[in-house]
Nanobody, 114 residues
Framework: QVRVVESGGGLVQAGGSLRLSCASSATAFSANRMAWYRQAPEKQRELVASITGGGTTNYADSVKGRFTISRDNAKNTMYLQMNSLKPEDTAVYYC???WGYGYWGQGTQVTVSS
């Protein structure tokens, strides 16, 4: 059983920063593509950022220049540094690992007040 656990969400004012973490128990962590998704109320889940095992990153246009995805393969952990947060970034943020058939975390709430 693979466990994927997010942490670091919370309430922040617009313009502030948060750092999300995702710990995965999947084997061969360094070989797995990892990603952050988010889902706002009454909206579909959308890709925020992804990172390959080799460190190649990809970002949604809406977060480019503000968010940074990274990973520490020695700690089986992925991060999302979120700066210059906007109210429209408010959502539940989910971690995803491509290991096996793919696994999701339970999500962590990020709320940005105006």
């Amino acid at each position: 059983q693979v466990r994927v656990v997010e942490s670091g969400g919370g309430l922040v004012q617009a313009g502030g920063s948060l750092r999300l973490s995702c710990a995965s128990s999947a084997t061969a962590f360094s070989a797995n593509r990892m990603a952050w998704y988010r889902q706002a109320p009454e909206k579909q889940r959308e890709l925020v950022a992804s990172i390959t095992g080799g460190g190649t990153t990809n970002y949604a246009d809406s977060v480019k220049g503000r968010f940074t995805i990274s990973r520490d393969n020695a700690k089986n952990t992925m991060y999302l540094q979120m700066n210059s947060l906007k109210p429209e970034d408010t959502a539940v943020y989910y971690c995803y690992t491509s290991w096996g058939y793919g696994y999701w975390g339970q999500g962590t709430q990020v709320t940005v007040s105006s």
